[in-house]
């Protein structure tokens, strides 16, 4: 079946500074989704990107998908205490069924 | 307001006492699929469903069953709960299946003493 890492594990970030969100996949991706989570609550769906070298954006998020080295990765500019939560790369692995990293928990700090 | 809507959102309970996780979405989804999330293991996929009384195993489906008799609702049962099934699970749809993202509910953490 489809793993997919995600890296750093957790991290914590000075307010008004970047980071970087990897996901790395073992099979070839189809697709990647990218969700938040903030603790104990839903999943709220960030971005799709499909097509290897795509790169979307949502107000300070940024995410690329690189087919070839089978990554995505997240980035947020100028981080903000609403940007707090759990980060989770999402892939496909056939038709009907979307496998998950174990997530990326951010921490923001004033 | 488009949304997936599980019932209840807490429940603490005892070893064999049946319940069932009520999902239901308002958007005529066909996919729908339960998952549950632990921490250092992410989300599973415990059961999925294609659309009407079409169902099928996810990972870790020991343990729990399903049903989709109509295409809004997709209800979770757990026959005779045991406490390796305390986790926060999750209701998801998506209009159909392959390569969408899917819509999540607002989770329902289950304790299984």
């Known amino acids: 079946s489809q793993e997919l890492e995600q890296s750093p594990q957790s991290l914590i970030v000075q307010e008004g500074k970047n980071l970087t969100i990897n996901c790395t996949s073992s099979?070839?991706?189809?697709?990647l989704y990218w969700y938040k989570q903030k603790y104990g609550e839903g999943l709220i769906f960030l971005m799709m990107?499909?097509?290897?070298?795509e790169e979307k954006s949502h107000e300070k998020i940024t995410a690329k998908l690189d087919e070839k080295k089978q990554q995505s990765s997240l980035h947020i500019t100028a981080s903000q205490p609403s940007h707090a939560g759990i980060y989770l790369c999402?892939?496909?692995?056939?038709?009907?069924?979307?496998?998950f990293g174990a997530g990326t928990t951010v921490t923001v700090r004033a | 307001e488009a949304q997936v809507t599980q019932n209840p959102r807490y429940l603490i309970t005892v070893t064999g006492k049946k319940l069932t996780v009520t999902c239901s979405q308002n958007?005529?989804?066909?996919?729908m699929s339960w998952y549950r999330q632990d921490p250092g293991l992410g989300l599973r996929q415990i059961y999925y469903?294609?659309?009407?009384?079409?169902?099928d195993k996810g990972d870790v489906p020991e343990g729990y069953k399903v049903s989709r008799k109509e295409k809004r609702n997709f209800p979770l049962i757990l026959e005779s709960p045991s406490p390796n099934q305390t986790s926060l699970y999750f209701c998801?749809?998506?209009?159909?299946?392959?390569?969408?993202?899917?819509?999540f509910g607002d989770g329902t953490r289950l304790s299984i003493l």
């Open positions: 958007m005529n989804h066909e996919y």
């Open positions: 469903s294609m659309n009407v009384e079409v169902t």
């Open positions: 999402g892939a496909y692995t056939n038709d009907y069924k979307l496998s």
């Open positions: 099979k070839t991706l189809y697709g």
């Open positions: 990107l499909q097509k290897g070298g």
């Open positions: 998801a749809s998506s209009p159909k299946q392959g390569y969408q993202p899917q819509h």
